[in-house]
């Protein structure tokens, strides 16, 4: 089993891991339409974070150290202003307010099983799952119930997050590309 202090000593850069469970799981290169993903939904927080002002955005490669056996990048997360304090220069000390995961066909079980149990139990409130495949994204308000999520949106949909009060997220705007 490989803990926290065993991934801390791994090299920068290329490739890129994550321990879930005691296990160090490569995370592959993100492709084309991943990467458009992140940027556009980077975007729309961006665009309302310099108006509202309300927290911080943050991109993968990015540690979350939410356990010893534990160190998740999420692809986007967001901190509420008032939750900053877990913010260290090497990572995030702690569950993230919201975390946006992108599927990736090798690690989408991670996100959708393992994962996402512990991001309940570590106090993110909010997950959301986009599926470049299938063009969906389904949010999870974990505080409330881990297992099923609140809301499942289509490119055909908009809708809210509970953090970002005011801000209205066209899913077709995500997956646009």
């Known amino acids: 089993m490989i803990t926290r202090h065993d991934y801390e000593q791994l090299p920068e850069g290329s490739p890129r891991y994550q321990l879930i469970a005691g296990d160090l799981v490569i995370s ?3 492709g084309r339409s991943h990467q458009q993903i992140v940027g ?10 310099e108006v509202n002002q ?15 056996i534990n160190v998740y990048q999420p692809d986007v997360l967001f901190i509420r202003n008032e939750n900053l304090s877990i913010v260290t220069e090497h990572g ?39 599926d470049p495949e299938t063009n969906r ?7 409330e119930d881990a297992e099923t999520p609140v809301g499942t949106y289509g490119t055909d949909s908009v809708f809210q997050s509970s953090l970002l009060p005011g801000l209205e997220i066209s899913a077709a705007r995500v997956f646009r590309r």
């Open 40 to 49: 556009n939904i980077h975007s729309i927080l961006d665009r309302y974070l």
């Open 92 to 130: 995030i000390e702690g569950g993230p307010d919201l975390v946006i995961e992108i599927l990736f066909p090798g690690t989408a079980r991670f996100d959708r099983g393992s994962k996402r149990k512990v991001y309940a139990r570590t106090g993110v409130k909010e997950l959301w799952l986009v």
């Open 54 to 68: 309300t927290g911080e955005a943050f991109l993968a490669p990015f540690d979350v150290f939410l356990s010893d």
């Open 28 to 30: 592959p290169s993100p």
């Open 137 to 143: 994204i389904e949010v999870f308000h974990l505080t």
